[in-house]
């Protein structure tokens, strides 16, 4: 077992037998959430190092051991208010194509804090690729997402966390997400 592992699953360990106090956080003008109080904010060149993407997320948040994460990121989109069960099909077809296997442990619509939200936590596999020349292992995440519309925007709130610290952070993503506060001015 790598070191890196090790560590992780003895700070989850440890993790489990404490609460984890949320903090609030102002992402930007607009967004504000509850967060773990050991949760910094990546640099852009931390960003860029972690996701590769044509669009940076708003921000990303992580643990001090830097594997589990929350992001925020704006999409101008042509979705409606009334689109989010449309929506919501085509969020879930999409999540299902990045990853070789998913499972789904709740996929809906929820009101949080006066606003509706598609909700999707699951559990996503990619599995390695036995034609590689390294023999590198399949990677289970455990994932928890929720999209809104705003103003023709959508803006994505993103959990995620290696699948053997899920029991550890399932709660508190959902927890997290419940603080989530959007004003309609993005």
Same mark, same amino acid.
Request: net charge negative; with cysteine.
């Given at each position: 077992?790598?070191?890196?592992?090790? @560590?992780? @699953?003895?700070?989850?360990?440890?993790?489990?037998?404490?609460? /984890?106090?949320?903090?609030?956080? !102002? /992402?930007?003008? *607009?967004?504000?959430?509850?967060?773990?109080?050991?949760?910094?904010? @990546?640099?852009?060149?931390?960003? *860029?190092?972690?996701?590769?993407?044509?669009?940076?997320?708003?921000?990303?948040?992580?643990?001090?051991? !830097?594997?589990?994460?929350?992001?925020?990121? /704006?999409?101008?989109?042509?979705?409606?208010?009334?689109?989010?069960?449309?929506?919501?099909?085509?969020?879930?077809? *999409?999540?299902?194509?990045?990853?070789?296997? /998913?499972?789904?442990?709740?996929?809906?619509?929820?009101?949080?804090?006066?606003?509706?939200?598609?909700?999707?936590?699951?559990?996503?596999?990619?599995?390695?690729?036995?034609?590689?020349?390294?023999?590198?292992?399949?990677?289970?995440?455990?994932?928890? &997402?929720?999209?809104?519309?705003?103003?023709?925007?959508?803006?994505?709130?993103?959990? *995620?966390?290696?699948?053997? &610290? !899920?029991?550890?952070?399932?709660?508190?993503?959902?927890?997290?997400?419940?603080?989530?506060? &959007? !004003?309609?001015?993005?």
């Amino acid at each position: 077992m790598s070191l890196k592992l090790f @560590l992780i @699953l003895f700070f989850s360990y440890l993790a489990l037998f404490q609460s /984890v106090p949320l903090v609030k956080v !102002k /992402v930007d003008d *607009n967004i504000t959430v509850s967060l773990p109080e050991d949760f910094q904010r @990546l640099s852009e060149a931390e960003v *860029n190092l972690k996701y590769i993407s044509s669009k940076q997320p708003v921000a990303v948040y992580s643990d001090r051991s !830097k594997v589990v994460d929350f992001s925020v990121n /704006v999409a101008f989109s042509k979705w409606r208010p009334e689109d989010l069960e449309m929506m919501r099909g085509f969020y879930k077809s *999409n999540i299902m194509g990045l990853y070789d296997e /998913v499972q789904f442990i709740n996929e809906s619509v929820e009101e949080i804090n006066d606003r509706k939200y598609v909700v999707f936590e699951f559990v996503s596999t990619v599995r390695a690729d036995e034609d590689e020349i390294l023999n590198t292992e399949s990677i289970s995440k455990y994932t928890y &997402i929720q999209y809104a519309i705003v103003n023709y925007k959508t803006v994505l709130f993103h959990f *995620n966390c290696p699948y053997l &610290i !899920k029991d550890q952070w399932s709660n508190v993503a959902g927890d997290i997400m419940q603080t989530v506060r &959007i !004003k309609n001015k993005i």
